[in-house]
């Protein structure tokens, strides 16, 4: 139900004031599991709204499965999570081809990644054969088994986690790969304030699960999404974007720099943004709030900087000191 106890809202075109409205919602239904962190839910609700896959990476217990699975409830989507371990083989994510022995066919079964929002629990404990399968299914929208090839209904949004400091048993992932996540976030500790509230509400609720409720449909989504490709950007914005993707490649410290796929998440990180704020334009504010998550990742660093401690988020940095921010009416 609604705030308003009217239930989920329907389809039909969106503004900006209606999207900004709707995603506020989203964001009170998904507060009544996580408590506080509000920019990294912000964070979350933009990438999705962008359409784009998103790596949760930090240490375990903070809250990472609760966000994803927290948002597929609220925006009224099908939600499926993978446990990734070290046997995981294709088709345990894929589906495939099962014996019916009522008709002597091998009809196709759907698998784990037939949903909406799919969490891929420590993604990096997978082999590769089954992080191939799931590349497949992040870029094209599609799966392939023996019988040929299975489109997965939209949204298709993947939601990975990785513990980044237990790397026993774990595979890196492929750069293709991490390249192909819009944003990389962490969720962080809460702070001692919101940690009193999380043991109240426990304390209350006498169970472990959280009712998060579904305010939007699959559709209405869609149709948020698609407003924010109608989110007007002015060229002197799409030149900032550019510059600042460039200056990530002239960085001496970079080994490689951010690539077009960069800038293109850049800019659908931007109209989104703009779009959760409630305005149907971009301004410069929203390409800085976004570049650090949208293209740290991105970028690989020589390894002496690397060992005195410089990551992507300084390449980023710097970039934005060096860029000059444009004047837009």
């Known amino acids: 139900m609604l705030p308003d106890g009217s239930g989920p809202r329907g389809t039909g075109n969106v503004n900006g004031d209606e999207a900004r409205a709707r995603l506020a919602e989203v964001r009170t239904a998904v507060h009544r599991a996580v408590v506080g962190r509000d920019l990294v839910l912000d964070q979350v609700i933009t990438g999705l709204v962008a359409d784009g896959h998103i790596l949760l990476e930090d240490l375990p217990g903070l809250g990472k499965t609760l966000v994803a699975k927290s948002f597929a409830r609220a925006l009224g989507l099908s939600f499926s999570r993978i446990q990734f371990t070290a046997d995981l083989l294709p088709h345990d994510i894929t589906g495939g081809e099962v014996f019916d022995s009522s008709t002597g066919a091998f009809p196709f079964r759907p698998g784990p990644l037939f949903a909406h929002v799919v969490l891929a629990d420590e993604i990096n404990r997978a082999p590769p054969k089954v992080q191939s399968a799931l590349l497949e299914a992040m870029q094209e929208y599609q799966v392939t088994s023996e019988g040929g090839t299975h489109p997965l209904e939209r949204p298709f949004l993947v939601m990975a986690t990785q513990n980044p400091i237990e790397l026993e048993g774990t595979y890196p992932l492929p750069e293709a790969q991490v390249d192909r996540f819009l944003l990389r976030l962490a969720v962080g500790y809460p702070t001692a304030e919101e940690e009193h509230t999380i043991l109240t509400r426990r304390k209350e609720r006498k169970q472990d699960e959280v009712e998060v409720p579904s305010v939007l449909t699959r559709e209405t989504f869609r149709a948020i999404q698609a407003a924010a490709e109608d989110v007007e950007i002015d060229q002197a914005i799409e030149e900032y974007i550019v510059q600042i993707v460039a200056a990530?490649?002239?960085?001496?410290?970079?080994?490689?720099?951010?690539?077009?796929?960069?800038?293109?998440?850049?800019?659908?990180l931007s109209r989104a943004r703009a779009l959760v704020e409630g305005r149907e334009f971009v301004v410069p504010d929203d390409v800085k709030a976004f570049a650090e998550p949208g293209l740290a990742h991105r970028i690989l660093v020589k390894p002496e900087p690397w060992i005195r401690g410089v990551r992507g988020p300084h390449v980023i940095r710097s970039a934005l000191e060096r860029v000059p921010v444009p004047k837009v009416p």
């Not at 970079?254 to 998440?265: N, T």
Request: charged share 30%; aromatic share 0%.
């Open 248 to 268: 990530t490649r002239l960085d001496p410290r970079a080994e490689v720099g951010a690539s077009p796929r960069g800038s293109l998440a850049l800019l659908k």
